[in-house]
């Protein structure tokens, strides 16, 4: 496991929406082949970015309810939470640039 953190159902209230920080969420499954290729980039911005936001990640096979309550149809899915609410979203493989550009701009930092 990397530096992303494993959100699950049980925890995401405590982790996204309760942390104060922004948060990306990046909505996953085993079996999903465009899941893999993103996930080094989601790792990455998790090391990057550890101190200024929760870099998190669902297995939507294991997790149910948060992906429901969030319309999640396509993995891969990144949400982007600020004070707990969905402020954007990427559906599909994204480059990296795209993603930190959004991280970015949800800390504040562009």
Request: some cysteine; glycine content about 8%; proline content about 5%.
């Amino acid at each position: 496991m990397g530096m992303a953190k494993e959100i699950t159902d049980a925890n995401f209230e405590e982790e996204i929406i309760k942390s104060g920080k922004p948060a990306l969420i990046d909505f996953w499954a085993v079996w999903c082949g465009p899941c893999r290729m993103i996930e080094p980039i989601i790792e990455e911005l998790a090391e990057r970015y550890k101190d200024k936001a929760v870099i998190g990640k669902m297995n939507v096979d294991e997790n149910y309810n948060v992906p429901v309550q969030y319309g999640i149809r396509a993995i891969p899915t990144i949400l982007f939470f600020k004070d707990g609410e969905v402020v954007d979203r990427v559906v599909g493989v994204a480059p990296a640039a795209v993603l930190e550009e959004k991280l970015k701009k949800l800390i504040g930092e562009n």
